[in-house]
């Protein structure tokens, strides 16, 4: 099959799934773009936010499913 070239730093982006609990009005965009900020400030990479309960293509939830990693549950 097909080789993956090499991925060098800032090339290659990283997707998270994520929930929020809820928040006040306006809120939710600050936890959001806060989160989005931090993570690509950590990685140095761009960063993909992905709220799980805005998903509604199945065929994508279920890649999810297949190739997610928990990374910490509440």
């Not at 290659?12 to 306006?26: R, Y």
Request: aromatic residues 10%.
């Amino acid at each position: 099959g097909p080789k993956e070239a090499p991925i060098g730093p800032g090339e290659s982006d990283l997707d998270f799934l994520v929930e929020f609990d809820p928040h006040p009005p306006g809120g939710y965009a600050d936890a959001y773009f806060g989160l989005l900020e931090s993570l690509e400030a950590l990685f140095a990479s761009p960063v993909d936010l992905v709220v799980g309960s805005a998903i509604r293509n199945p065929f994508f939830l279920q890649s999810i499913e297949r190739t997610r990693t928990t990374l910490c549950g509440a």
